[in-house]
Structures are given as structure tokens and as C-alpha cells.
């Protein structure tokens, strides 16, 4: 990647992942902290997420996603945050926050096991609802609702519009070269604008000035204790945490793979294994909890630069910026208008990949409800509240979020609506009077029910429509002709019996001549047409039945 393009793009992802470095600032303030250990543990959080992210491009033994998924604050963990450090201090969080990321440790190393709890579906709707947790930061920034002091909503509304206005157009009718600093230019403008419009002060300006160039991280603050009281809210933050990773990395894979068809679950387990890693390094050096970015997976599909090279910069940059508090004071400043603008940027990319992930699949009624039921309750959260204080008082710290209230309620939905879903379904078929309609709506209802992909659902009904048809035109079966197909993750299978005489599957597609002079030849012109269709298939006889498997790759 040309260096031109490296450096705004590593800038534009340092700005965005910056946004969320509020939050250690109100944990500290919750507490009544002092400006300097606030500096602090910011400086020691970008330390944090710089390593973080350098771990989570690595690709090396049980390390790291190997997607460009950079790590953030941990949103998830702040209430257990604020929650530990009024009750013990910041060496309660600091060890706290080391249990939760041991807690994703173990989850990622069984990971594998637990993928009944994320569907395609579900992982869908956990970054469409990702997405739709960023409205109520971004929307009263954008349109002033937050605004400071003194600052007019005209103005805010004014630098808001035009810095949107700068960066949807570098995108859609820029070049290439634009489209990768559209974000970067729309700040530029955004910051100008807010200091002609008096909303970036000469106060704000003076603090850039007066920060010192250098410095190294205070640690005098680090500590570190346990209490086991707070252990459910710690490990809930760390579930809530690793749901929205598996939801990023998932999105990071389908934006990589042009032919992305599920979810990579050993890519995923290494990813959570980093982010536990990059929680526990937090609480050692002193800060919060860290998770993947979902704001900078969007941004890298807005600008469509996805590659992990950046996170070596973004990850370096950020070690070194936890060095230089000039620079760190400079995001410190940034307009709200202009957080609002890049906030409602990431939503426009990732909501709709979300809706996407969710629509890959074939939907039944018991899906249809899950996605709805668990998205109106997420969004409850969202419209109203203090929804959650309507809940038994222990089930509370659960549900604060939208996120954690539409993901907890469709897992558990999902798996009270697989009682009852058999994963083998069979069809008897007469020869000569069963129709193709037959064969395709029965196909259809079990696609829909299991979740399965269309695409291959429709070639498996065309597989076995053309075995029927062909059986029957050649004569090969007698009587009825039994279908059983079953249906796994990553596997639909179609076993065909029936009684009479067992259809050839040639590789290599008969000649004219063969098709002129051997009567056989037409029935291993089928076989060799249906094998087109499946990914595998065998054929053998046992006493006089003959046994007929497709099996396609989901």
C-alpha cells in the first residue's frame, strides 16, 4: 500500500477509535478523579489498544483474528466499571477487568461447541443492533441536543451538514484517492468550521498549546483486587464483549470474502482469545476492559481499505501517541458536531450489513420471530430508558443495553424454538404422478425451517427433481421412491431409495456416438447432468435397493 494512502487512512482509524477514549474520563470522573490520573489512564488505555490491535492482526498459533478488527474501549464494560471502582477503588476494576478477559479466554477455546448460540441470523441482527446503538450518541451530537454552553444550534446543525455534505462527497463522486480521505477531509472541514462558528474555543486551542510534547504514562495509580460480588456483572460485560466481537469479525470476514457464506469459527476463536489477551493487559496496566471496534470495521468498509497492514500502523501509532499528549489533546478537542458526523458515517455502512447478514439466510416463523421479537426488545431499550428497571432487580445489569438486551433475548429464543425442528425430513415420491411443484415447496419449507442458505436449497430440489423425472423416463425405479434429507451447519445431504436399477453417475459426459448406439448411454447422460448440481455424491446397491446420496457443502 503506497505510504500516500497508508498514513490518512491509519489517521482517519486513530480519530474514529479515539471517539470512545471518553469513556475512561467518566470513570475516573465518577469518582471524582483528578485531570491528571484521567490523562493517565487514557494514555495507558492507548497503550492498551495499540497492542490489542496488533495482536488481533496477528495470525499466528491461538493469536489473532487476522482481520483488520481494531480494539477499542470496552463500551460493554463500563457500567461493571463504574460499579467496581465506587466500591474498591481502581484496583478492584483492574482485577475485575483481568477475570473478564480470562473469562473470554476460556470461551474461545470452546467456542466451537457453543455455535449453536450464534446462527448467521442472530450475528446478523447483534451488528444491525450495533449499528443502532450508535443513533443516540450520534443524532444529538449532529443536531445539537448535547450541545455545550453558549453554542447555538444553528451552528452545530451548520458544521454538521457541511461536514457530512464534504464526505458523502468524496465518497460517491470523488476518485478512488478521495474516497480513501473522504472521512479525513470531512474532519479538516468540520474542524475549520467549528473554530469560524466559535464552537472549537480559544480554551480548547490553549489546551493543544499547553500539553507537553513528551511524556511517559503515569502507573503510580495501578493495582489490583478481587471480590466475587462483582463477578456477574464483570462476566455478563465480558459476554455482552465478546458477542459484539464474534458480530465484527464475522462482518470483517463477509466484506473479505466476496463468496462468504458463514461464519469462520476458528477465525473467530482466535480473535476472542486476543481480545481476552487485550482485556488483560488493560487491567495490568492499569485501565478498563477492551473490545473490537465495530465503528472501525465500518469505517474500513466505508473507505474500502480492509487491510491488516493498517492495524500494524494503527497499533504502533497508538503506543506512540500514548507517548505525545500534544497529539492525544488533539483528539481531545474534537468538535461533538464532528463526532456526531462520524458516528452517523459508521452507521450508514454497518446497518446494512447487518440487515444483509440476517437475509442470507431462509427465514421460517420461529426465525422471523426471534429476529423480531429480540430486535423491538433491543430497541425498547433504546426508545425508553429505564425499560430494563421494569425487570427483576438481579436480571438488570443484563439488559442496560440494546445490544445485550436483542442478543441475550435471541439466543434464548433461539433455542426455545428448536424444540420440535427435525433435521431429517423425508418425502415419499409416486413416479409419474408427483409433480415438480411437490418436490420444490417441500424443499423450500425445510430450507426455511433450518435456516439454510437458498442457493443450495434450490440446487438440491433441482438434483432431486431431475432424478425423479429421469427415473421415471428411463424406468429405473419400481414403486415408490423414498427421499431423506438432513441438514447440519455446514451440510445438506439427500439420500435417495428405491427399488429397481442403480443409476450411473459418470464424471465425463457421454459421447454422440455412445448416445446414438447404447440405449445406457442416456441414463449416464442424467447421472452426469444431476452430478453438476452437488458438491459430493455416491451411488451403491444392497439387495436388489438401490441408495442415491447429493451431498452439498452449506
Known sequence: MPLRSFIPLVLQQIIMLSVDLIFPVLIVSAIGGTTELAQSVVSLMMVAMGIGTLMQACHKGPLGSGYFCAQETGAPYFPASVMAVKAGGFPLMF??????????????RVLHKMRVLFPVEITGLIVTMMAVSFINYSIPSFVGLDRNEGVSVAATVWISCLTLA?????????????????????????????????????????????????????????????????LAPFL??????????????????????????????HSVSKGLFSEGCSSIISGLLGTMGQTTSSGSVGLSVATGATSRRISYGVGIMFILLAFLPKIAALFAIMPKPVMGVILLIEISFVLPTGMQICSSRMLDARKIFVIGLSFAFGMAIEIIPDFYTTLPEWLQPLFKTS???????AIFLSLIFRIGIDKHRILELEQGT???????????????????????IKRAAFAINEFVESATELGLANGKIKVDVSFEEFNLDVDIYYDGILMDFPVVRPTETELMEDESAFIRLSGFLMRKYADKMKSEMS????????????
Not at 439387495?543 to 452449506?554: A, E, L, T, W, Y
Request: charged share 15%; aromatic share 12%; glycine share 8%.
Open 434 to 456: 408427483t409433480s415438480s411443484s411437490t418436490v420444490f415447496d417441500f424443499m423450500e419449507i425445510s430450507g426455511e425451517t433450518w435456516g439454510a442458505r437458498s442457493e443450495i
Open 166 to 230: 464534504v464526505i458523502i462527497m468524496m465518497h460517491v463522486w470523488g476518485t478512488a484517492r478521495m474516497r480513501e480521505y473522504s472521512i479525513l477531509g470531512g474532519i479538516f472541514v468540520g474542524y475549520v468550521i467549528s473554530y469560524y462558528l466559535g464552537v472549537l474555543t480559544e480554551a480548547h486551542l490553549t489546551k493543544f498549546v499547553e500539553a507537553p510534547f513528551f511524556a511517559f504514562p503515569d502507573m503510580s495509580h495501578a493495582g489490583w483486587s478481587f471480590d466475587t460480588s462483582l
Open 95 to 108: 482485577g475485575m477487568t483481568i477475570v473478564a478477559g480470562l473469562s473470554q479466554i476460556l470461551m474461545s
Open 543 to 554: 439387495n436388489g435397493r438401490c441408495h442415491v446420496q447429493f451431498h452439498f457443502d452449506h
Open 236 to 265: 455478563v460485560a465480558a459476554f455482552c464483549s465478546s458477542i459484539k466481537t464474534i458480530a465484527n469479525i464475522s462482518t470483517c470476514q463477509k466484506v473479505n470474502d466476496v463468496n462468504w457464506q458463514r461464519m469462520d469459527i
Open 403 to 409: 445490544m445485550a438486551m436483542a442478543s441475550i433475548m
